[in-house]
Nanobody, 123 residues
């Protein structure tokens, strides 16, 4: 089993920044593509960004391009999501997820999930 634990959420004002972290344990994390998803109250969980197992390839949802940056450090078994220019509509619980193989923007293709970290953006 691969265990994932998110951290770094909190309350910030619109226009501010946050850096989310996802710590992995249990299996060889470097073999897993990793994604970030988010779920706002009353909405479906949606894709945010993903990164290949080696960290070379990344993919973003259109609304996050230019504002969010995903990165990873396999030596530390960690993935990060740097979020800048935050908007109230970015308010959600953010989840880290991992899958063996290529990156994906499809929630159903991820096998392992963290418990989430809450991000609240005030206007």
């Amino acid at each position: 089993q691969l265990q994932l634990a998110e951290s770094g959420g909190g309350l910030v004002q619109a226009g501010g920044s946050l850096r989310l972290s996802c710590a992995a344990s249990g299996l060889t994390f470097s073999r897993y593509a990793t994604g970030w998803f988010r779920q706002a109250p009353g909405k479906e969980r949606e894709f945010v960004a993903a990164i290949t197992w080696g960290g070379v390839g990344t993919y973003y949802a259109d609304s996050m391009k230019g504002r969010f940056t995903i990165s990873r450090d396999n030596a530390k078994n960690a993935v990060y999501l740097q979020m800048n220019s935050l908007k109230p509509e970015d308010t959600a619980v953010y989840y880290c997820a991992a899958r063996y193989g290529q990156l994906s923007d499809l929630r159903v293709e991820y096998d392992y999930w963290g418990q989430g970290t809450r991000v609240t953006i005030s206007s």
